[in-house]
């Protein structure tokens, strides 16, 4: 049996919008689908009166879940695991028997520590396959694939992806590089130096070598190019994917630290995740400190 797609279930708005997607994508992947809630009773004492009715509560969310998703999916196999600990730890641990794990996008208006606690941030960086969040509203008819690099090897990792994503469903891949130039000052400082002229033109070809290879791989696949030059390669991986049908980044790139699980960049996304994003983490890269 191929491996499931599994879905972190909590009854939110934003799990419900997982589930739809997941079972979406599993229909057209033909692959299973695993609904799994996570009662976090690490702090619970065993002798707690209420502990069996919490596991109970949650095995019926998840019936009734499971019960839904076959009415919306009726030709996608569809289990349901309910497991103790961490949504984090739990998801990394279902992870390593899964094609592909899928939130939804935190509520950032629940008082429960906001982006700084955000469950998908935790989930995106624990996975150790490809994690897909979902947001709440997702816009009917968007096309187009979107996908960040910075000549990083995680970054061509996420445009092979992309590049199978884009071709499986008919979609134009637009592939986005963006730096944000020196400051004025720094310019005014050097006038001489031809910092920014450099930078921009290492990353043409950064960007260029990034599609190299596409074109002859996937030859039905439109590509555009995308060199935002004065804005934060996060806004600038939003403001393109607003309108896109999927969001493709790669879980660390060149400025990242090799101890961080998910980059800077990826972070600040995953907090304003504009359309269905998938972090890649196809095979793991060695950095050097």
């Known amino acids: 049996m191929s491996k499931p797609i599994v879905v972190g279930f909590n009854g939110s708005a934003g799990s419900e919008a997982a589930l739809a997607w997941a079972l979406e994508r599993a229909a057209a992947d033909k692959r299973p689908v695993t609904i799994i809630h996570a009662v976090d009773d690490r702090w619970t ?12 509560a949650g095995m019926e969310l998840l019936q009734k879940a499971q019960a839904d998703a076959r009415g919306q999916a009726p030709g996608v196999e569809v289990d349901i695991q309910l497991r103790h600990g961490s949504g984090g730890s739990v998801l990394r641990e279902v992870s390593k028997e899964a094609s592909m794990v899928v939130v939804g996008e935190h509520d950032k208006h629940w008082m429960d520590g906001g982006p700084l606690a955000d469950r998908a941030l935790q989930i995106a960086a624990a996975a150790e ?23 990083s090897e995680e970054s061509l990792q996420a445009v092979d992806f992309a590049a199978v994503e884009a071709d499986k469903g008919g979609d134009e891949l637009t592939v986005v590089l963006a730096f944000r130039r ?42 555009h190019q995308r060199l935002e030059t004065d804005t934060d390669p996060a806004r600038a991986l939003v403001d393109a994917a607003k ?7 790669g879980s660390r ?3 990242g630290f090799s101890r961080m699980m998910l980059g800077s ?3 600040a996304v995953l907090l304003n995740v504009p359309c269905p ?3 890649t983490r196809v095979h793991k890269v060695k950095h050097e400190d």
């Open 243 to 249: 309108d896109a049908r999927l969001l493709v980044i």
């Open 253 to 255: 790139g060149r400025g």
């Open 265 to 267: 960049t990826a972070h």
């Open 129 to 151: 396959i490809p994690a897909a969040v979902i947001p709440l509203k997702r816009e009917a008819g968007n096309r187009g694939v979107v996908v960040g690099v910075d000549g």
């Open 277 to 279: 994003t998938i972090v």
């Open 45 to 56: 004492s065993p002798d707690f009166q209420y502990h069996e009715l919490i596991r109970q």
């Open 182 to 223: 020196p400051a004025r000052w720094v310019e005014n400082q050097l006038p001489k130096s031809g910092l920014a002229e450099s930078i921009l033109e290492e990353d043409k070809i950064v960007l260029a070598e990034s599609v190299a290879g596409l074109a002859d791989k996937y030859p039905d696949v439109v590509v």
